[in-house]
């Protein structure tokens, strides 16, 4: 059976700008029901043998969530300030303790949030859920990630699989437990691969780039031509392996006699990210068209005798509450029109490809499956939204 998504960027484009309008009078908080919303469209839209997922959260669960982490933030913005009353050296230490551990919450609050948003989905009335270990996940992804910074990244199909399996080994719907058949193998060959390929790349580049001057001084323009060459070229490399570890861990994972079965390919995934950066160029040229006429309605103030005064429209623009209103307006759109733009194109087109990349095989097997209660011991996701490493 395929699965199909039917949702478009049209709608899903009406929810983000409707959210993004309410984010600045209710200061930022609205964005809670902009998620709501969001994974509404994203499971009410897709559908497994002509069912459709149910995403049962709502706003007020992943704001107590919120507030319970500022608990655990709090006094780490104490930190900070203390840090910054102390010697250059012990700033840095202490700022880098801080880091290391941020880093480790962030895996325990990526399995947090999952735990939350699988207890929230339900497919034909049943409802899934995540067993295991937020703490223990944060461990095994802390370690690995060490290995991977030792090695250089060699370890990261390792430390890859070993992530996946743990996640999926964990995961039920209703009283079936999935399982994972994946393994480092799958992902080796594609990942040393490309790892070879990003190695000459660079080097190519940083070669070519410093014999045209780019390192020399003064630095040569022409120079840093090869170092963008080989950055995209890289960029590239990447999203091929990313194409590869998706379809093959994807199609690892099983329910009982159930096989899921995706396809992503390379070229679709570097397409979403072309219309990325294509939909974000537009939208800021919008925004700058939008800047030049403020300013030019602005600067009107500041001719005389028909010759423009730099000194008048400086005072104006140091000393207007418009032109300060105008300043933080245009920056709330920039970072607007960013995440709109990765939303539409990047989040949108990731589920999309996903979705319809996808093949089940067994769903028969599935019509005995008995349902479980919704773990109402979770309250939002906590530290995953203050972090900001939440999904969907």
């Keep these: 059976m395929p699965v199909v998504f039917t949702g478009t960027r049209r709608e899903l484009g009406g929810v983000l700008l409707r959210g993004y309008l309410l984010l600045v009078p209710t200061i930022g908080l609205y964005r809670f029901w902009l998620t709501t919303w969001k994974r509404r469209f994203y499971w009410s839209h897709t559908e497994i043998a002509a069912d459709p997922l149910e995403y049962t959260g709502n706003a007020v669960q992943l704001l107590l969530g919120f507030l319970m982490a500022l608990a655990i933030f709090v006094p780490l913005y104490g930190l900070f300030f203390y840090f910054s009353t102390l010697s250059s050296q012990a700033a840095i230490v ?21 735990d939350f948003r699988l207890s929230r989905t339900l497919w034909r009335g049943i409802r899934c859920d995540q067993g295991g270990s ?32 743990y996640r999926y080994r964990h995961s039920w719907y209703g009283d079936r437990q999935f399982s994972f058949v994946g393994t480092w193998r799958q992902l080796a060959r594609p990942f040393y691969l490309a790892y070879g390929i990003v190695l000459v790349i660079g080097a190519s580049g940083l070669g ?6 780019a390192f020399s001084g003064p630095p040569d323009p022409v120079g840093f031509l090869p170092l963008m060459l080989a950055a995209l070229l890289i960029g590239l490399v990447f999203l091929y392996y990313r194409s590869r570890e998706l379809t093959q861990m994807f199609s690892s994972v099983r329910l009982g006699e159930a096989a899921l079965t995706v396809k992503v390919r390379a070229r679709s995934l570097t397409g979403q990210h072309a219309l990325f950066g294509l939909g974000l160029v537009a939208s800021y040229i919008v925004l700058a068209i939008g800047g030049v006429v403020v300013l030019g309605v602005v600067a009107g103030s500041a001719f005389a005798g028909g010759q ?39 989040g949108l087109g990731l589920w999309t490809l996903v979705a319809r990349g996808a093949t089940i095989t067994g769903l028969d097997s599935l019509h ?18 203050a972090l900001n490493v939440g999904a969907y």
């Design 308 to 346: 423009f005064d730099l000194e008048i429209f400086m005072q104006h623009m140091q000393g207007s509450l418009v032109t300060l209103l105008a300043i933080i307006f245009g920056y709330l759109l920039i970072l607007a029109a960013f995440s709109l733009m990765a939303e539409l194109f990047l």
């Design 134 to 165: 937020a703490w223990n996940y944060a461990f095994r992804r802390f370690f690995w990630s060490l290995l991977v910074i030792v090695t250089a990244g060699l370890a990261y199909p390792f430390m890859a699989a070993n992530l996946w399996t």
């Design 368 to 385: 005995n499956v008995r349902a479980r209660d919704e773990d109402k011991a979770l309250a939002g996701e906590g530290l995953a939204d």
């Design 94 to 114: 202490g700022y880098g303790g801080v880091g290391i551990l941020l880093w480790f919450l962030t895996g325990y609050a990526i399995y947090r949030a999952r």
């Design 208 to 213: 070519l780039g410093s014999a045209m001057g």
